[in-house]
Nanobody, 113 residues
Framework: QVHLVESGGGLVQPGGSLRLSCVASGFPFDDYAMSWYRQAPGKEREFVARVETFGGPTYADSVEGRFTISRDNARNTLYLQMRSLTAKGAAVFFC???????WGQGTQVTVSS
């Protein structure tokens, strides 16, 4: 059974950094592209970043240059390093398997002073 567990969220000040993790199980992790999405209260879930099986990343324009997506296939883990976070309140970050349509439960990130 496919299982995705995100962690690493929390409260951070504007301009700060945070690293999210997503541990995957139940499928051959290194055979699948992986993505991060985020959802703020009352808003649609939006794409943040994607990494291919070979590591090639793509980013939403809003996070390009500040966020870095990476993967450790030996640990079945997806990461999102976030820097220069802006004060946009809270959002829940989800990891996703694009071709399987599977989602984790999410981890909340709040950027506030």
């Amino acid at each position: 059974q496919v299982h995705l567990v995100e962690s690493g969220g929390g409260l951070v000040q504007p301009g700060g950094s945070l690293r999210l993790s997503c541990v995957a199980s139940g499928f051959p992790f290194d055979d699948y592209a992986m993505s991060w999405y985020r959802q703020a209260p009352g808003k649609e879930r939006e794409f943040v970043a994607r990494v291919e099986t070979f590591g090639g990343p793509t980013y939403a324009d809003s996070v390009e240059g500040r966020f870095t997506i990476s993967r450790d296939n030996a640990r079945n883990t997806l990461y999102l390093q976030m820097r220069s976070l802006t004060a946009k309140g809270a959002a829940v970050f989800f990891c996703n398997i694009p071709t399987l349509g599977q989602w984790g439960q999410g981890t909340q990130v709040t950027v506030s002073s």
